[in-house]
């Protein structure tokens, strides 16, 4: 099977390639445009979601800078149209690549991410929103225990030396009241931040055939909580590590989730895959 692919460069611009693609994990049929821009360095990929961040996506990756030794930097472009992911800009950031995505959606655009990283090869994956909230330094101790042999790790802004601010009070309770208890019991692992999209997954589980991340059901956020509950079930090893979530002081909340039918939404699908509803 072949995919094109689009090899960007200061010098000759982006031309058109072929890749193989890896017989053991087929690309996902999402994926528009696969823009490569440096090549692979390391063995784990940290992918930002984002679909017209603007300049938070921009501040994002020069934050990003101080762990590109650390993991490959993949964009999930959910097809953003207002400027803030040009080719020259990646590529001067040291981006690896931005895949594509040709459906509207989070899950849209994260499936097609982590079929390409799982392509090239790369050992664990780490997901991250890309609106700037997130400090990115939890990575590097994400990337230690992935070494160590466990299968998701999940950043805490409520765990010791983990950092929140801002955040606003409605969401605060829901994660306190509904998503922390019905996560741990559903697991039986004791989460202190489930909901946070701030998570590192190996190669191992996302190949396991009983999680199979690259299924339609899968087009918004409900991989994210398959995850968090499946992971421990699995007989995965799991561990928290505390990181940083800092919304802003002033203006508005930056989210795609907006009024309550979508929160409602997201509520009920949380609630499915503590059930086993998403469960192969």
Same mark, same amino acid.
Request: hydrophobic fraction near 40%.
């Given at each position: 099977?072949?995919?094109?692919?689009?090899?960007?460069?200061?010098?000759?611009?982006?031309?058109?390639?072929?890749?193989?693609?890896?017989?053991?994990?087929?690309?996902?049929?999402?994926?528009?445009?696969?823009?490569?821009?440096?090549?692979?360095?390391?063995?784990?990929?940290?992918?930002?979601?984002?679909?017209?961040?603007?300049?938070?996506?921009?501040?994002?990756?020069?934050?990003?800078?101080?762990?590109?030794? =650390?993991?490959? *930097? /993949?964009?999930? &472009?959910?097809?953003?149209? @207002? +400027?803030?992911? #040009?080719?020259?800009?990646?590529?001067?950031?040291?981006?690896?690549?931005?895949?594509?995505?040709?459906?509207?959606g989070y899950g849209n655009a994260l499936r097609p991410a982590i079929s390409y990283?799982?392509?090239?090869? =790369?050992?664990? *994956? /780490?997901?991250? &929103?890309?609106?700037?909230? @997130? +400090?990115?330094? #939890?990575?590097?101790?994400?990337?230690?225990?992935?070494?160590?042999?466990?299968?998701?790790?999940?950043?805490?802004?409520?765990?010791?030396?983990?950092?929140?601010?801002?955040?606003?009070?409605?969401?605060?309770?829901?994660?306190?009241?509904?998503?922390?208890?019905?996560?741990?019991?559903?697991?039986?692992? #004791?989460?202190?931040d489930p909901s946070n999209g701030f998570k590192a997954y190996s190669r191992e589980?996302?190949?396991?055939?009983?999680?199979?991340?690259?299924?339609?059901?899968?087009?918004?956020?409900?991989?994210?909580?398959?995850?968090?509950?499946?992971?421990?079930?699995?007989?995965?090893?799991?561990?928290?590590?505390?990181?940083?979530?800092?919304?802003?002081?002033?203006?508005?909340?930056?989210?795609?989730?907006?009024?309550?039918?979508?929160?409602?939404?997201?509520?009920?699908?949380?609630?499915?895959?503590?059930?086993?509803?998403?469960?192969?």
């Amino acid at each position: 099977m072949h995919r094109i692919i689009v090899i960007c460069n200061f010098k000759n611009g982006c031309n058109q390639s072929h890749s193989t693609i890896n017989k053991v994990f087929k690309m996902h049929k999402d994926i528009k445009l696969i823009k490569e821009y440096i090549s692979r360095k390391s063995t784990y990929a940290i992918i930002p979601i984002t679909w017209n961040e603007g300049e938070k996506i921009a501040k994002q990756i020069d934050r990003m800078q101080s762990i590109i030794d =650390y993991a490959d *930097i /993949i964009i999930a &472009d959910n097809a953003s149209d @207002d +400027g803030s992911l #040009a080719d020259e800009f990646l590529q001067s950031k040291n981006i690896r690549a931005k895949v594509i995505s040709s459906a509207r959606g989070y899950g849209n655009a994260l499936r097609p991410a982590i079929s390409y990283a799982l392509d090239q090869g =790369y050992e664990g *994956i /780490i997901t991250i &929103d890309g609106n700037n909230k @997130d +400090g990115p330094e #939890a990575l590097i101790e994400m990337t230690e225990y992935l070494k160590q042999g466990y299968g998701f790790i999940q950043a805490s802004r409520f765990m010791k030396d983990g950092t929140q601010k801002n955040m606003p009070l409605d969401r605060l309770l829901a994660v306190k009241l509904f998503m922390i208890p019905l996560f741990t019991i559903a697991s039986g692992f #004791a989460y202190t931040d489930p909901s946070n999209g701030f998570k590192a997954y190996s190669r191992e589980f996302l190949l396991d055939t009983r999680v199979s991340p690259l299924r339609e059901i899968f087009h918004d956020y409900r991989f994210q909580y398959f995850a968090s509950t499946q992971a421990p079930r699995l007989g995965y090893k799991v561990i928290e590590v505390p990181a940083s979530r800092v919304y802003p002081d002033q203006g508005k909340t930056p989210t795609k989730i907006r009024g309550i039918w979508a929160r409602l939404t997201i509520m009920w699908q949380m609630l499915e895959a503590a059930l086993g509803r998403y469960n192969v």
